[in-house]
């Protein structure tokens, strides 16, 4: 057995990459099927809004209420359960034939993905040990990087496809159906493993069971001083909302207009801004996977905040020595999809992956008026967010040639934040929020938070416009970076560091201090002595 990788743990891994590719897919292949919906159907500016929003508000609401079918029913029946309605909503999206129909789908879709998002990231942390949770909870956000370049191609595959939107929805079935298969080799949670021997090699001798001694929590424990639990909270809505607060769905909004606005003519922009800047942050969650079991949480978070900082302030300058167009119009050519940042979380914004050309010729579109482009921004995730019916560049003359160092310094800055992101608050955040909060009311914990993501990033993108027309899109960039310093220092003097710790050694250290509230004392793991607990295995 020494040196073999137990059966259990390919398992857990397409668990959480599976789970992940689900979500990304979901969320981006909206984007792709706008147009031919609105070619079917005839959908009109609002309907459009109705589909995307519908998706948006059953995400919402699975956040808001989520946690409680987690920890009642369990993170293994939670996923099942959210698995069965992403099929009933994806029947319904790809049989549709009226409007109602298509809501009621695009609901049922985004209710599925965000319980299931919540549920996945907990149950895969609280199955394996310390040297394996990070990298797979991470596998997660590769997953939503992947399924996200995978709906771009498919949507560009079937772009031509009669009635290619059904096959594009019907798709989204076969990642949820795969993980449903894997979920039934594996054991409902933690204090069934002892009957998976792979199970407790991966934790390594320590299956925990559930006992009458063990401490009760309530919802409202969330906001008291007992076991430090307000510090876990602190920690948790922290960093989910800076997640949000740094601009990056905003940003990358903007990408393929900075691009264009720098010099890179024609379709450039686009591809950048949609495969360029999606591959690099499949490339960057990658190294992120690699690296989060090695250096520890807060060394990614620490570092990608910093270059996040870097990179949007990079930008501002950028924006302020070249015109840029303040305000993307709003066609009805669905833009790419947006990530927020689940876990998680949170992808690539302005500009859609080039499409077929249609038989038929103009594929009509229609545009819409630039107030009512502000409300179609999307509330969102640690997790990538689905466009609006199409932001993108408006059709006005090539700018004069720009130099090439500004173009390159674009470039570089924007592909900086992008990997920033998603080495860094992508999958970092939902790993922490999964490993602090009592197994008691960790699914209601992770759904609090999480709904408060949801929240800020609705927020941050209704007010965008209205901060450019305030102080301008180089002070919005600039701004975003003020907020990234902060919360580097939020990071550094708050944030613990969990690497190498067991989900008991963890809760036992929060009961014991007061740590991840030492403002003003350095915080580092060094400067936090852990002790092994001796926790009985279950027979």
Not at 10 to 27: H, I, K, M, W
Not at 96 to 118: D, E, Q, T
Not at 163 to 170: A, D, I, Q, S
Not at 337 to 360: F, Y
Request: proline content about 7%; some cysteine; hydrophobic content about 45%.
């Amino acid at each position: 057995m020494e040196g073999r990788a137990p059966p259990a743990l390919p398992l857990c891994a397409s668990v959480s990459l599976l789970g992940g590719l689900t979500f990304g897919y979901e969320l981006a292949v909206i984007s792709g099927a706008l147009l031919p919906l609105q070619l079917d159907f005839g959908l009109s500016c609002s309907e459009q809004e109705l589909l995307v929003g519908s998706l948006l508000l059953g995400a919402l609401l699975a956040s808001l209420v989520g946690g409680i079918p987690i920890d009642r029913y369990g993170r293994k029946r939670a996923i099942l359960g959210s698995n069965l309605v992403l099929l009933a909503g994806s029947l319904s999206l790809g049989l549709a034939r009226s409007l109602p129909w298509l809501v009621l789908g695009c609901w049922a879709a985004g209710f599925a993905i965000s319980l299931s998002s919540m549920a996945c990231c907990i149950y895969v942390s609280e199955l394996v040990g310390p040297r394996q949770r990070g990298v797979l909870v991470a596998l997660y956000e590769v997953g939503v990087t992947v399924g996200i370049l995978l709906s771009y191609a498919l949507n560009y595959a079937l772009a031509s496809v009669p009635r290619g939107w059904r096959h594009m929805f019907g798709w989204a079935m076969a990642p949820a159906v795969l993980q449903s298969l894997g979920l039934l080799l594996l054991p409902a949670g933690a204090d069934e493993t002892a009957a998976h021997r792979d199970l407790l090699l991966l934790q390594g001798g320590e299956a925990t069971k559930l006992g009458p001694e063990r401490p009760r929590y309530t919802f409202l424990d969330l906001f008291r001083a007992r076991n430090n639990m307000r510090g876990r909270t602190a920690v948790g809505l922290g960093l989910v909302l800076l997640q949000q607060l740094t601009g990056q769905p905003n940003v990358l909004c903007y990408a393929s207009t900075v691009f264009r606005s720098v010099g890179f003519r024609g379709g450039s922009s686009a591809v950048l801004a949609s495969v360029g800047l999606g591959t690099v942050k499949v490339v960057a969650t990658l190294m992120a996977v690699g690296l989060v079991d090695r250096v520890g949480r807060r060394a990614l978070l620490l570092a990608g905040c910093a270059l996040m900082a870097l990179s949007v302030s990079g930008l501002g300058l950028v924006s302020f020595a070249v015109p840029v167009d303040s305000g993307p119009s709003c066609l009805a050519l669905p833009n790419a999809t947006r990530q927020a940042g689940l876990p998680g979380s949170d992808l690539l914004q302005d500009s859609a992956p080039p499409t077929k050309p249609r038989a038929g010729g103009d594929p009509q579109e229609p545009a819409l008026s630039a107030s009512k482009k502000a409300k179609t921004r999307p509330a969102g995730r640690d997790v990538p967010t689905p466009a609006p019916p199409a932001l993108s560049t408006p059709a006005t003359p090539s700018p004069p040639s720009q130099p090439a160092v500004l173009r390159w310094a674009a470039l570089v800055c924007m592909m900086a934040f992008v990997s920033a992101f998603s080495f860094g608050f992508g999958p970092v955040t939902w790993l922490v929020l999964s490993e602090i909060y009592p197994v008691e009311v960790r699914g209601r914990a992770f759904a609090f938070c999480s709904s408060f993501n949801w929240a800020t990033h609705l927020l941050v993108s209704l007010s965008f416009l209205h901060l450019i027309g305030a102080i301008g899109l180089s002070g919005t960039f600039l701004f975003y970076g003020l907020t990234a310093v902060l919360g580097l220092g939020f990071i550094y003097l708050v944030v613990p560091e969990t690497k190498g710790q067991s989900l008991a050694e963890i809760e036992q250290q929060f009961q014991k201090s007061r740590f991840t509230l030492c403002f003003g004392h350095r915080q580092s793991l060094a400067g936090v002595q852990y002790s092994r607990l001796d926790v009985p295995v279950a027979s």
